[in-house]
């Protein structure tokens, strides 16, 4: 069974400071990787997505990630985060070519310190 | 403006009631997904659909129902069976397969039960 990974629950980051949060998957092959986020009671907005070819991949808001497959990770990555990014970001994989659904990471909140 | 649409914003039901939550999506996608949010849980899948009048369990399925007689409406229906039904529940929907099929979210039901 594939699984994600996030293992910041919470991040503090000061206004300006650059950002990286993590993302590991179990899968047996190279799954379809995503970042999401969500503002508090809202939905989810889909960030960026990786599904084969360059391994750096630029997202909306100035987002990008990074997939290594040897690490089995798809790290996001901002080089100077705004006060508005505060926020749950969301890792997520999904079988390739397939309609059943995401597996999600259990999220990692994100503060912003002035 | 294409998108999805969940209602209501806010669901308060007393226990032993079934509730039934609306997802709606005007984007002509063809799967549709059911996702029920805990806080520091992530997202787990409920039900989803490939197709009109087709649907499949996804991870935690006890104590829900759907339906999918329309290609444009997903309805979840909580049970008096599901022990613990409190929760923000997403709706999302996406193409078949293949690339450039991302999920794409509603706003969200929170349903509280008393």
């Known amino acids: 069974a594939q699984s994600v990974t996030q293992p910041d629950i919470h991040i503090t980051v000061s206004e300006g400071a650059s950002l990286e949060l993590r993302c590991n998957y179990s899968?047996?092959?190279?799954?379809?990787l995503f970042w999401y986020v969500q503002s508090p009671g809202q939905g989810l907005q889909l960030l960026l997505k990786y599904f084969s070819g360059d391994t750096l991949v630029q997202g909306i808001k100035g987002f990008e990630a990074e997939f290594k497959r040897s690490q089995s990770s798809f790290n996001l990555r901002k080089p100077s985060v705004h006060w508005s990014d505060a926020a749950e970001y969301f890792c997520a994989v999904r079988r390739p070519r397939g309609a059943d659904g995401l597996t999600f990471g259990k999220g990692t909140h994100l503060i912003i310190q002035p | 403006d294409g998108g999805i649409t969940q209602s209501p914003k806010y669901l308060f039901r007393k226990e032993g009631q079934n509730v039934t939550l609306s997802c709606e999506q005007n984007l002509n996608h063809d799967a549709m997904y059911w996702y029920r949010q805990d806080p520091g849980q992530g997202l787990r899948l409920i039900y989803y659909?490939?197709?009109?009048?087709?649907?499949q369990k996804g991870d935690i399925a006890e104590g829900y129902s759907v339906s999918r007689e329309k290609k444009e409406s997903f309805p979840v229906t909580v049970t008096s069976a599901q022990k613990n039904p409190t929760a923000f529940y997403l709706c999302?929907?996406?193409?078949?397969?293949?690339?450039?099929?991302?999920?794409?979210f509603g706003q969200g039901t929170r349903l509280t039960v008393v």
């Open positions: 999302a929907s996406g193409g078949q397969g293949g690339v450039n099929t991302e999920a794409f």
């Open positions: 899968y047996g092959a190279t799954p379809y």
């Open positions: 659909s490939q197709i009109v009048n087709d649907f």
